[in-house]
């Protein structure tokens, strides 16, 4: 659904998003004795195999620290994704807010960052890590995802509202 959906708006090729996310595996970078199979969250660090400059939740390495949430750029994200208010009418992230955010942060990493080196490709690859948080939060009945499912993906809820969910679970059946 995500992919049909990217291809129709980005005008991406078919798959763009399945093999982004098999490159992970191909590059074969792990700190576990199964590289094929699985990789170690530390390996999100290695700058330009994983990491890359314009992330949207790390900083770039230019900055320091690459590895652990930051909040300072998280924040911007977050306000492009409505996530900082939403009403009964503005509860969802549609693909478009999400690529909007995308690409707000990978433009505000390029002017931060006198470093950025992050190519045409990998900005390509930026995309596909947000579809792939679209998609493992995917509700089909809006085409959308709930922004509080985004915030607690992301840990900058305290706590996942359950009632709210699951009012939202019933509503959906």
Known sequence: MINKAAQAVYNFESGFYIDAVNMVFEFNISTTNRPNETFHLR???RHDTIEADGSLTRNDIYFGDD???DATVWDPVAKDLGLDH???VDRFVTVDTAAKATQNRYGLAMSANPQFNASELWKQFQYGTTALYLLTLWDNDHNAVPKPWVK???GTSASLDLETSRI???TNV
Do not use: Q, T
């Open 86 to 88: 939403y009403r009964d």
């Open 67 to 69: 590895l652990h949430f």
């Open 152 to 154: 607690a993906l992301m």
């Open 168 to 170: 939202e679970l019933v």
């Open 43 to 45: 390996d999100l660090a």
